[in-house]
Structure formats: C-alpha cells, structure tokens
C-alpha cells in the first residue's frame, strides 16, 4: 500500500494558521473516506476531522470551528486548514484514506504552536 504523505506542519505561535495537505497517491481516491487525526506526547490518537467520500464531515469536540477539512479529488487531496491555533493543539498531525479492510495511514507531520 502506497502511505499518505502529509506537508505544511511547522511552528506557528498561538493564534496562528497552518494548512495540512496530504497527497494520497492511489486511483479511485473519490471511493475513500479520509481524515486527519493527532497525537500529542502522552496521550492517545485522536480524531481532528474526517470527510466521507459523498462529503459528509464530522470534527472532534476540540474543534469549536477552528478547523475546516477539505478534498479535492482531481488531484487525489485532502487538506485541513487550521485557524486560531493553540498551544494545546501540539500534536503530530496525521492523515487517513480508508475503505473497508484498505486502511492506510501516513507517516504525520508536525505541529507546534508555542510563542
């Protein structure tokens, strides 16, 4: 199975924005499901936000609207734009493509939001 890879992680000071993509790499990305999932040091993997492939999307408590997750399937993507960010939103921020059992995870990219 050919990973995700995630880009546009980095270091950005609280109140800041960064934008995930994660460039699938697979044909017939319109039938997967994907989303984005993080983990902090410590603590367990957890969902940021997915989007269906009929496009329905669901987020984590956490997220209060901060977030916005989007695909673009001509170019087998997805992204996550991420606003107001925090210190508590630190994490390794990973990316998913799934369809039943063909269930592929990348390799994540960090974040760090710290002044």
């Known amino acids: 199975q050919v990973q995700p890879v995630e880009s546009g992680g980095g270091l950005v000071q609280p109140g800041g924005s960064l934008r995930l993509s994660c460039a699938a790499s697979?044909?017939?990305?319109?039938?997967?499901?994907v989303g984005w999932y993080r983990q902090a040091p410590g603590k367990e993997r957890e969902l940021v936000a997915s989007m269906s492939r009929y496009g329905t999307k669901d987020y984590g408590d956490f997220v209060q609207g901060r977030f916005t997750i989007s695909r673009d399937n001509a170019k087998n993507a997805v992204y996550l734009q991420m606003n107001n960010l925090k210190p508590q939103d630190t994490a390794v921020y990973y990316c998913r493509r799934w369809r039943g059992a063909n269930d592929v995870w990348g390799q994540g990219t960090q974040v760090t939001v710290s002044s």
């Open positions: 697979i044909s017939l990305f319109s039938f997967y499901d």
